[in-house]
């Protein structure tokens, strides 16, 4: 895995809800999203998760492999394929419902953790940092990884897949110390300090171990949070179709874009680099948002 960029986590169907009453079920899932996306920019990616042998998992798969993500941490299984039923309200945004018990995502075991290796970058999140045993595989990664390798985590929280929130946050602790990357919503941050400004918790975790938070605030603009400093990144406007995946595009984004430049662990302490690659990552998730479903650009539409 030398040189590539590992992504651990769940894929599963999401259920599009339109406003209209349609119904489309499209392939999807944060760490799904964010490998196709680094994929489809031209980087290397493998991913590590659970796929059903039913027609969904199949589709899954289908789609991985068609945007060239490299399959050989992928773990089949006979179990359901895990669901998400997903709401778009008038204005874009997304709401989410799952179905978990017994379906393929949350199964993932520790037999990856030995199969993965020394990759340039790992990312983590989603419904892999809550369910079990896949939350627990997760983190056992984590902590076994080089040095040299960049950890990136999207805390993406998801409260009605989240029985357990003091578990969530105590595993979100645990990690902290190991995660140089940290991306998150101002949502993902009232969920994990209810009682604190998401910004003033983004300055604390940078003192925890993470060297960049990347906190972003819906259409909003995106702050790069880095000790004794913090940069805006304002998203030029686009017409919205809906947000699906555009969280995960941009963690994509930004590590399509830090790894391609031959960047690493110690150049996170670069501003110029971070913006950036910020930047980039923030045009992604802008262009993702012009689409329905998770549908990212490829490296030749960022060009064009």
């Known amino acids: 895995m030398r040189g590539v ?5 769940e894929a599963l169907i999401d259920l599009l809800v339109r406003p209209d009453g349609r119904i489309e079920a499209t392939a999807g899932g944060g760490p799904f999203n964010t490998a196709r996306t680094i994929a489809r920019l031209g980087q ?26 490299d399959l050989g941490l992928v773990v089949e299984t006979h179990d359901p394929t895990t669901l998400a039923v997903v709401e778009s309200g008038r204005t874009g945004e997304a709401g989410y419902r799952f179905y978990l018990t ?31 045993p896949i939350g627990s595989t997760a983190e056992a990664v984590v902590q076994r990884m080089p040095v040299e390798t960049l950890v990136m985590a999207d805390l993406n ?11 969530w946050v105590a595993r979100i602790e645990r990690l902290l110390s190991r995660i140089d990357v940290l991306k998150a919503s101002v949502e993902d941050l009232r969920f994990f300090r209810p009682s604190v400004e998401p910004i003033d918790t983004a300055t604390a975790i940078v003192d925890r171990g993470p060297r960049v938070v990347l906190l972003t605030d819906g259409p909003g603009p995106v702050r790069i949070v880095t000790a004794g400093a913090t940069r805006t990144i304002e998203p030029s406007p686009v017409e919205v179709v809906d947000t699906v995946g555009a969280g ?12 391609g430049a031959g960047r690493g662990r110690a ?9 950036d690659a910020t930047s980039f990552a923030v045009r992604v ?14 490296a030749s539409e960022l060009t064009d």
């Not at 991913?47 to 060239?68: I, K, N, P, V």
């Not at 030995?114 to 079990?132: K, M, Y």
């Not at 929280?157 to 578990?167: E, I, K, L, V």
């Open 44 to 69: 290397r990616v493998a991913f590590a998760g659970r796929l059903s042998t039913d027609a969904f998992g199949r589709r899954l798969r289908d789609r991985l492999a068609a945007d060239g993500v």
């Open 267 to 275: 150049d996170l302490r670069n501003g110029d680099a971070l913006l």
């Open 157 to 167: 929280a998801r409260p009605a897949a989240t029985p357990d929130r003091a578990a």
């Open 5 to 9: 960029i590992v992504v651990i986590g």
């Open 102 to 132: 017994g379906t393929s995502a949350p199964g993932l075991g520790m037999d990856v953790v030995e199969t993965i290796g020394r990759p340039a970058a790992l990312h983590i999140g989603t419904l892999g940092l809550v369910l079990e």
């Open 248 to 259: 995960d595009a941009l963690g994509g984004g930004f590590l399509a874009a830090w790894i």
């Open 285 to 298: 998730a802008s262009i993702t948002c012009t689409r329905p479903g998770a549908d990212p650009p490829t």
